[in-house]
């Protein structure tokens, strides 16, 4: 495998890795061998100033060339092969069938904007003329859409490919006509590095101005700074916490000229349990919520984090289900060090709240992996939720907490004191249809997306998928990360009025 | 006319207007008599708290009943007869029949979002489930749209009833299903009020929760602060100047949530004048354009500012037509003293700049109307207008700048220098198309709204209408303030994966 440890500046390799940083291998938490270079105030400047001067020719490829550029970039993706799986395991500890699906999803989300682009990628809208309408003539006016510019994305840490160099941001911004001036992400900066090798084979192969592409690599804080508050960058796409999404928010609120910051920050996914869907299977429910729970040790988005139902007879089977399921799970390795040691402190935290039981915990880690982290399982009263802001904020991590309610009424309570989340669950039998609708109208307006006798983990690729949602699950609302509609973030209107068809763009033209 | 000068909190006139303060007559320059109550914080915290109150059931009124209420706010508009007109006509200066002419718009625009309503607000986006989909089973998912929650929206100065109380930001936000909190503008407080009463008819025929507008009055800028940082606002519609609305701009962005804010901050819509137009008709496009820039005295979003060409043989007879057009401008009134004493200070100042030529002015006003400002034309080179940011902003009034390029390649430069604009047009003949295709290509990156061959000032409602641009056009790059597509301002995508029929919201049913 190689390996630079060098910044990707519009197709050249550039940076010294002497006195660079390493990622820590997930599962062994040891340092990795490769060394990565932290880019320079002129490498920031210079990828940002090429994306600029890329950005005329770029945007106005033609939609087949953009499509065909995304198709490449997928396959050599896929050309990587098991070097990037490995690398992205060791990088991450995730297992390598959940890479190999994740590197699937990827190159299926490049295929999915590249189909779009083929089909039109807006629909135009045409008023037309009227010479003779009173008192004013009409004039013909056509709507179309506009690349922004130069974008810039920070990789996530829990997607290392679909949510990183050519995740869904990127594709996106690519597939709108946009230049991207890619953050990688520092726990997994050699993930970053070949994926920015295919994107770079890619922009070979297709004959496409390399300024469309820069990869950045850094672990100093000052490089965040220094890209998203460049005057030449037009918007920003961010997957990550809520502290460090609102220093990026903020540096961008100084900028002389506005720009969208397309910024996921956290989401507690509610989970709505009612009463005939527990009093017909409380064990099986319980269980399914704990195997979501589970999934990637709790690093989705869509993590089930909080848990509520009217307690009833039916309730304790539920919690001993749970709690049973719960006890039986391994520790886990987290993503990074960091966020073992902070998903730990916030369960110990937890421990301490009066009003907060501790219903169960997951199998204590083997020797050895001191690093990994076990699931837990909390229960509380409305109460004392209402009065720990603490437990209404996601734990990046296995624990999920279930409110105790004690009538439908303070259900509803319950869901008017939510944060947003990007989902929510309402898990009903159809005897439950009148409290269901009251819960869906209350708990839609908290999500970008509201869910049916389904889990939250998981979310379709696809034209009507929303991965948004109230802040902080998003701090633009009317937007989504994840689907087809995600390329409008990178997009504009524009009006062409009594514009002769050789001066319109294609998708316009009579 | 019975004006209360209180303000309407949720359907009840509130406030002591014994310490009010009073507008101008524009035209006689003199303090009028009605006297209007500064709004009190617990007005305006009651006002933001009626309107969240009146979310929940607003927002899930049928389509046909919001329908009914816009055209119902139109017929009450009407019905204010002749008192709404003279009211405007005093406060503004404006003529009777421009005021008449945008009470048909206002009204209008009403009953576009009306028709939006009844035809189906949106178009649902529908991917239907596969069980048998390898690896993983395909959920069914549905994209929808829902209302923001209250919205707050300030009246503009230049529009005291197309964008103002009833005007584009408060139809399109009632249209979306969001409640409005307006803030009257100063300089037009009693046309405000009598809106406000029209719209609150509305309310009571609609059987329509009062708490779906309030307006509120003041001079004081502590109100506008209160109102853009409350919790319960979820978007905030404002058309204004740079400084005003960056001041809103900032105090949003202190917020715990980011709203957004959808600000018209400033245009100078540049005029690209090509060779072969000029030789067909350099006197007929400077009459044009004179007329253009003197509709409502230069108080237009869309007035012509900057006017640019490449220099040649006919360029002098363009700019002697010009000349003599506006030096036979009578001297116009201002929307208010103080517009006018900012415009008489900039026309000043640029007299001084040096490599700024003054090439005419229009007529002084006459005696007893000192206030009355009289129109200018000024011309420069490319090297004066790199030098001095000052040019390259609005002036509002009715002042030009020619740019005088020596060459195709300073007009493209001179492109590239521009701000964000609401509108540029290009004025080109049939033998022009080769410069007119490079230009449109570089405009389209400045302007919401690309023109061709016809004057920017009228800006046509409907669905492919976009009023909006690059910053300061527009703090929100993505959205227009004006036709069909504002509605979406107002609300935000929601995806409905895998509900049952019942629990949908109509537009989604299957």
């Keep these: ?39 320079s105030e002129q490498e920031i400047d210079q990828a940002i100033g090429k994306a600029n001067q890329a950005f005329y020719s770029y945007s106005q490829l033609s939609a087949e060339k953009r499509a065909l550029f995304l198709r490449t970039i997928g396959e050599q993706i896929l050309a990587l092969g098991d070097d990037l799986v490995t690398m992205a395991c060791a990088e ?18 490049l295929g999915l904007f590249a189909n779009l682009l083929e089909q039109g990628e807006y629909q135009a809208v045409v008023d037309l003329a009227d010479a003779n309408r009173q008192p004013l003539p009409k004039p013909e006016t056509r709507l ?4 922004l510019g130069a974008v810039a994305v920070f990789a996530a840490s829990n997607f290392p ?13 690519l597939a709108a006509g946009c230049p991207v001036v890619m953050k990688a992400h520092a726990a997994h900066p050699g993930t970053a590095e070949l994926v920015a090798q295919a994107i770079n084979k890619a922009i070979e192969i297709c004959s496409i101005d390399a300024g469309v592409f820069s990869l950045i690599q850094g672990k100093n804080y000052g490089i965040s700074s220094q890209i998203v508050t460049h005057p030449l ?21 100084e900028r002389a000229e506005p720009i969208p910051f397309y910024g996921e920050l956290g989401s507690v996914n509610p989970q709505f349990i009612l009463a005939n869907k527990l009093a017909d299977d409380a064990q099986g429910l319980a269980q399914a919520l704990v195997a979501s729970l589970m999934m990637a040790q709790g690093q989705f988005c869509t993590s089930p984090g909080i848990w509520a139902y009217v307690s009833d007879e039916n309730t304790p ?3 001993k289900s749970a709690a049973q399921a719960i006890s039986e799970t391994s520790a886990g390795v987290m993503l990074t060090p960091s966020m073992a040691t902070s998903y730990n402190s916030i369960v110990a935290q937890w421990q301490n709240i009066s009003g907060v039981e501790c219903l169960a915990q997951g199998k204590k880690p083997e020797k050895g992996q001191e690093h990994f982290c076990s699931a837990a399982l909390f229960a509380t009263d409305l109460a004392t939720f209402k009065a720990n802001e603490a437990l209404h904020e996601e734990v990046f991590g296995s624990s999920a907490l279930i409110v105790r309610c004690d009538s439908q009424a303070q259900l509803m309570e319950f869901i008017n004191l939510l944060n947003g989340s990007l989902t929510a669950s309402i898990h009903a039998s159809e005897q439950d249809v009148n409290i269901a609708k009251q819960v869906a109208l209350s708990a839609a307006h908290k999500v970008g997306r509201l869910i049916y006798n389904q889990m939250p983990t998981g979310v379709e690729v696809c034209a009507s998928m929303n991965h948004g949602g109230p802040f902080p699950a998003s701090t633009q609302i009317r937007t989504t990360s994840v689907g087809s509609e995600a390329i ?23």
Tied chains: 1, 2.
């Design 92 to 109: 991450t500890g995730l297992p390598a069938m959940r890479i190999q699906g994740e590197r699937g999803r990827t190159i299926g989300q």
């Design 161 to 173: 490919l679909a949510f990183s160099t050519a995740g869904g941001d990127t594709a996106s911004a």
């Design 317 to 319: 089977v539920f919690e």
């Design 144 to 147: 179309g859409y506009l690349p």
């Design 1 to 39: 495998m190689n390996i630079t440890g060098k910044n990707l500046i519009a197709g050249e390799w550039s940076g010294d890795t002497t006195n660079g940083f390493s990622a820590m291998n997930a599962v062994t938490n040891q340092a990795m061998n490769e060394k990565f270079a932290d880019a």
């Design 488 to 510: 409008k973030r990178f997009q504009r209107p524009i009006c062409y009025q009594n514009m002769p068809d050789e001066l319109l763009p294609s998708l316009l033209k009579s």
């Design 233 to 253: 960058i037009k918007a920003v796409g961010f997957t990550g916490s809520e502290r460090v999404g609102m220093i990026l928010q903020r540096q961008i609120n």
